[in-house]
Structure formats: C-alpha cells, structure tokens
C-alpha cells in the first residue's frame, strides 16, 4: 500500500510551491514581446519589485537562477585584482565567493562554516585591518539555505559605517526576498540579487539584481564588462529588449506578475512577512518537542539566527535520509536533502535535511508536512518527545484573533 496518491507537497528550500494562479496565468498565448502589453507589464512587475525589496534604486532583471544573479552582479563590479571579502556560513555564502575569485577578484573569506553565523567582532577585525581600505566589495548572504542561518544585514552595514569603511555591501536575498523581513534601502545595502522561485512564488529561470548609485559608480568605472551581464542598459533601456538583451521571458513575466499581485495588493508584504514568520515558528515547536531525546537537533539554536523561509535540522545516525525517501515514497511528501553537510561518520551528509516553509505556503500545507515527518520519526524509532504536533497547534492557535 501506498498513501502517496493525492496532491503531492513540495518542501524544500525552491523551488516553492507554485500556486495555479501564478500557472494558469502563464498557460496563455505567446504575446508580441516588441513593446505593447510586455512592456507596461514588465513595467509593473519593476516597481512591484523594487517594493518588495524596500527600495527606491535600480533594477536590473536577466533570465537566469541565483548563480546567474551571483554573476551578474559580480560582473558589474569586479575588476582584475579587486579585493573582495566573502562572509559565509554555508554552501552559499561559499558560492557567490568562488565566482568572485573565478572572475578576477583577490578573495578573502570569513568562513565561519555551516554552523555558526555573523561574528561581528570577527567581521570588525577584517576590516580594521584593511588600512588602505583595498576591500571594494564585501558579500554575503541575507539567509544560507543550507545552514539556515540568518544575518543580522544592518549590522553588517553598522560596522562599514563605524569604520568609515567604503566597500560596497552585497546581499543574497535568493532564499530570504518576501519571506524574512528585509529592507535594501533602510539598512544600507548597495547591491541585493535574489531569484524568482523562492519567496516570489514562480518557476525558476528570472534573476534580479538591485544596485544604487554607488554602485553604478562602481561599475563605470570598469573598463570591461560581458556584455549580456551589464546591468546599464537593462536597468535604463532605450528600447524594450534591452531589459532582458534579447526575447523577454514571457511567461515568467505572466507568471510572476500575477505572483507579485498576490503579495502587494492582495496579502501585503508585511502580512507575508508574518505568516512566514508564524509558520516557522510552527516548525521550531515542533522541533524543540522532537529534541527533548537529544536525537533530532535545528542547526540554529539562536532564535534570531532563524530564518522564517528554511529550517536545516538534523537526525542522529544519518537518519534524515532514509526518512526523506520514505516521505517520498509513501506520503507524497518531499522535504529538502542536507547540503553541504557532510562530517566525520556521515561523509553523504546523511542526517541533515531541511524543510522548506517559503511562499505559497498556509498552516494546513505546513502542518501536514510536520505531521508526515513526525510519523516518520516514529515509524523509524528515532526518541522523540511526546506532543510535537499539539505544540506546533498551539502556536498557530496563540497567533490567531
Ligand atoms: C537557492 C539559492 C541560491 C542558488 O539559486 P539557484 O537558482 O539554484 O542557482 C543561491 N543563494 C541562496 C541564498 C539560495 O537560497
């Protein structure tokens, strides 16, 4: 027997789920991409996006996911032998730094591995040292997907400023953009690049990158710069396919239009913000309940560590992945494989795995995927503590008039 048949749940950390308004308004006609009703769509998704990202600067959009915008980004600002500083604590805080060093930059890191977070004093040092203040680009990331660690940006912005520090400060919102609260303009941040098919609830293949003026300082000031990554005419073009240097993305245009709509006029942002926050709550009961045998641990034990979007935990004995498969298999249930993850006695990286609670996401998707993993648990034998679903109902019910 199986009881996998019925609609099948995605949960891991993006794709998210994609919700039939944002399908259905992408399953029609190919339109005319020269001008017209592209371009006032496109048009309205830019300030629809600029307001999700809290900003008044530019933005540019490329058809590609978060390794293009990591790319772009960097392409716009990196000169041969730029010193660049990478903070990271995990796989992807260690990916945008690779394609830095890959394209030229002088790259040093604060790599505090995928489980601890920002340490500010560490990040003060560093830039202390920088005497001559050689370090033009300091990246990181908003939330590392495969740690679930989540910076404290505005900090990150203080100690620049306390320093009177130039570098530009980068961010990775690819996980964190429309479910972590964040706020480009508000906290300082010069370049921010996110991608579609996360918190923006559409299928993955659009990148945003958003720049202020300092940064298009910046980027005048390089000599080269491959042309199908420079943001310039992008972000001001003087004729429609310029924005995407090329045919536009209809559908995803279509599809992340309606996504948009959803988020802005109909839920409003910080509403968003909230349920995601609600929710993840929901998951850390459930967890802390799970823990009390010492077996089950969250990779983030600091509460404001936490990322609203994703949850990496672990299993003793590299339990996690078995227990996916069988989600899988038996309840239609995918939840997200560890990442980058691997220890000594677990060289796959076995007991980690994450659950995705970003988007198109409301309590009952979130507490059948709790329920599915606590049947699991116990199918399994992994010791757990008693009531981990009534803890997880009783923080929806506390939050609701
Ligand atoms: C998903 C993600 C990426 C990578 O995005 P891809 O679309 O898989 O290239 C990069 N950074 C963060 C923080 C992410 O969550």
Not at 360 to 376: C, D, F, I, K, Q
Request: aromatic letters at 8%; charged letters at 20%; hydrophobic letters at 45%.
């Amino acid at each position: 027997m199986t009881l996998a048949n019925g609609r099948p749940m995605l949960a891991i950390p993006g794709p998210s789920v994609i919700p039939d308004r944002v399908l259905q308004k992408m399953h029609q006609p190919a339109p005319n991409i020269y001008g017209g009703m592209m371009e006032d769509l496109t048009n309205d998704i830019l300030i629809g996006l600029k307001d999700v990202a809290r900003t008044q600067h530019n933005v540019a959009l490329y058809i590609c996911n978060g390794h293009g915008v990591w790319e772009a980004a960097l392409a716009n600002l990196v000169a041969p032998n730029d010193k660049v500083l990478a903070l990271s604590s995990g796989r992807f805080g260690q990916g945008w730094a690779i394609i830095a060093k890959a394209l030229g930059a002088d790259l040093a890191m604060l790599d505090w591995g995928p489980h601890k977070g920002l340490n500010i004093a560490e990040l003060h040092q560093a830039l202390a040292a920088d005497k001559d203040k050689k370090i033009k680009l300091l990246t990181c990331t908003h939330v590392d997907t495969s740690s679930s660690i989540k910076y404290d940006i505005a900090s990150v912005r203080k100690v620049l400023d306390d320093l009177g520090h130039p570098a530009l400060l980068m961010v990775d919102c690819i996980a964190s953009l429309a479910c972590d609260p964040f706020e480009m303009d508000a906290w300082g941040v010069d370049v921010m690049v996110t991608a579609c098919q996360k918190g923006l609830m559409t299928p993955p293949g659009l990148g945003m990158v958003f720049f202020n003026d300092k940064a298009v300082e910046k980027r005048q000031a390089l000599d080269i710069v491959s042309p199908y990554w420079d943001w310039t005419l992008r972000a001001e073009p003087e004729v429609f396919y310029h924005r995407f240097y090329g045919t536009s993305p209809t559908h995803h245009l279509f599809g992340l239009h309606e996504a948009l709509k959803m988020i802005l006029a109909e839920e409003g942002l910080e509403n968003v913000w909230a349920r995601h926050q609600t929710l993840a709550e929901t998951v850390w009961s459930a967890f802390d309940v799970w823990s009390e045998k010492g077996h089950v641990t969250m990779n983030v034990t600091n509460l404001y560590e936490r990322s609203a979007a994703v949850t990496a935990a672990k299993i003793d004995n590299n339990m996690a992945t078995p227990i996916r498969l069988w989600l899988a298999e038996n309840f239609g249930l995918t939840v997200g494989i560890g990442l980058a993850m691997a220890e000594p006695g677990d060289p796959k990286g076995d007991s980690f795995f994450r659950i995705g609670h970003m988007g198109h996401l409301n309590a009952h998707m979130l507490l059948g995927t709790l329920s599915a993993l606590n049947s699991a648990l116990l199918k399994f034998n992994v010791p757990i503590g008693e009531g981990a679903i009534e803890a997880a109902n009783r923080v929806i019910v506390s939050k609701m008039k």
